[in-house]
């Protein structure tokens, strides 16, 4: 059941205007109002009126399920240069410490070169985005995780921007259409210090220390996005065959301070449906 006059998400904000200023919990959206603590990341195709209205059909707030279960259900149609439908929050000030829960639903699982349903971007700023066009440096996110088939995979870039050192792991399979349950927890860091700690339905897949930002750029934490990215499908690498739609759903987005834990995050999440 569709909640269409709920779907409308806000204008381009910064962290002060987002996030609480003191924890452990500065972040929460069970999808139960509104979209307007959030923002849209739509394909260039779709942005200018998305940006401007803070709608799109690809994003509607539903009632999911047998449950009926209050969430948000976002689409990336099938068609030439449809690559991204994502909801976005802006990046916060310096190198923070930072707990993240959701719970997330992918219907059926996609091909083997599948989409990327959460990631943590870097700033890179204009000076490297003009060298990007020149040197044809890709922007990685320092933290992905993407569904290929019915894999789970946690990707991470790291270092210098221009030769960034990569990562991908294994996390557990993919249940299509059942709700997964995400508790991530990272330090993020230039140096040593650097931490990355995933469970996923309440089972620890994956730990790591170390630097896991990029060396040299703004200094910010990464801003995070969720919903269905698809890089295979952009423009300019060719493949704009037509192809059925891509469909995700999200519950629960949260995120806590340092003072967080793994048991105050658990609570955020509501009763398994």
Not at 220 to 232: D, H, L, S
Request: overall charge neutral.
């Amino acid at each position: 059941m569709l909640r269409p006059a709920d779907s409308q998400a806000g204008p381009k904000r910064s962290a002060k205007q987002v996030f609480a200023s003191n924890g452990p919990l500065i972040f929460q959206d069970r999808f139960e109002r509104d979209l307007r603590q959030w923002m849209l990341d739509i394909d260039e195709s779709h942005h200018n009126d998305a940006l401007a209205t803070g709608r799109s059909p690809r994003v509607q707030m539903v009632l999911q399920g047998p449950q009926r279960t209050p969430a948000v259900r976002l689409t990336l149609p099938g068609g030439p240069g449809d690559f991204r439908t994502e909801l976005s929050l802006p990046a916060e000030a310096g190198h923070q410490e930072r707990w993240y829960a959701a719970r997330t639903l992918v219907p059926a699982a996609p091909d083997a070169q599948g989409f990327i349903l959460m990631q943590w971007h870097a700033l890179v700023g204009e000076e490297h985005k003009a060298r990007a066009s020149q040197t044809g440096l890709r922007n990685f996110p320092n933290m992905a995780i993407h569904v290929q088939n019915e894999q789970l995979v946690v990707a991470r870039a790291w270092g210098p921007l221009l030769t960034p050192l990569r990562e991908h792991r294994k996390l557990a399979p993919l249940l299509p259409g059942h709700w997964t349950d995400w508790i991530i927890h990272v330090q993020w860091s230039t140096a040593d210090d650097g931490l990355v700690q995933i469970w996923q339905d309440g089972a620890s897949v994956y730990l790591t220390r170390g630097a896991n930002l990029y060396d040299n750029i703004s200094l910010v934490t990464p801003y995070f996005k969720t919903g269905i990215y698809r890089p295979t499908r952009k423009p300019k690498n060719g493949q704009d065959a037509a192809e059925a739609p891509t469909v995700v759903y999200l519950s629960t987005i949260a995120i806590g301070d340092a003072s967080a834990s793994l048991q105050s995050m658990q609570a955020t999440l509501p009763a398994s449906p």
